[in-house]
């Protein structure tokens, strides 16, 4: 709706959606941070995502940014237990 301001007389931009109660969300209100995105990815390696969050995900997330969150976190998972193979095998192999 475009209505005239009243300070200025210049035309006012409005959502268009306002009379039916309905109020638009900005693209960067709806988009999830990385540390929503990383949260759930590390509730979802352990379990324990509640279902709220789930929805959250589903609505305002990018599946490419799940999936590149996820692919870290197992190159990191990975990389942490095969350290700590290395470690304890450094610390019990016999020295000759």
Known sequence: MRTYG???GRLDDTDRSAESGSFKVSEEQKKLSFW?????VTSSFLGVQKNERRERDFRHGRARDFIMV???????????VWGVVQLVMSVAAPTS
């Open 6 to 8: 009243a300070d200025s």
């Open 36 to 40: 929503q995105v990383l949260g759930s």
């Open 70 to 80: 996820g692919v870290l976190l197992t190159m990191v998972f990975v990389l942490a």
